[in-house]
């Protein structure tokens, strides 16, 4: 069983950084592959990035290549987004996510963790 709690969110200016984190409390983590997306006012859930569970294949939105970084600390059970050179349009509620497969559709996440916003301000 999966369950995931995000931490690192907040208030930053463009240009500025932010770590995202995802710790996963059940027994699992590196049978999952781990996704990161997002969901602004009025907008629909967007992909952002995802790790296989072996670390070996990364997946980013076009959006966010050159800019952000997702890694994964297995002795943590914990998967973090270095997000670097934000920009007002990056303004969002972060979700991490587990999926039995590499995938960059929401539906196929089983377990969801509750979200943490970040602003950023131009």
């Known amino acids: 069983q999966v369950q995931l709690v995000e931490s690192g969110g907040g208030l930053v200016q463009a240009g500025g950084s932010l770590r995202l984190s995802c710790a996963d409390s059940g027994r699992l983590f590196s049978s999952y592959a781990m996704g990161w997306f997002r969901q602004a006012p009025g907008k629909e859930r967007e992909f952002v990035a995802v790790?296989?569970?072996?670390?070996?294949?990364?997946y980013y939105v076009e959006s966010v290549k050159g800019r952000f970084t997702i890694s994964r600390d297995y002795a943590k059970n914990t998967v973090y987004l270095q997000m670097n050179s934000l920009k007002p349009e990056d303004t969002a509620v972060y979700y991490c996510?587990?999926?039995?497969?590499?995938?960059?559709?929401?539906?196929?996440?089983?377990?969801w963790g509750q979200g943490t916003q970040v602003t950023v301000s131009s």
């Open positions: 790790i296989s569970w072996r670390g070996g294949s990364i």
């Open positions: 996510a587990a999926s039995r497969v590499v995938a960059t559709t929401p539906t196929a996440f089983g377990s």
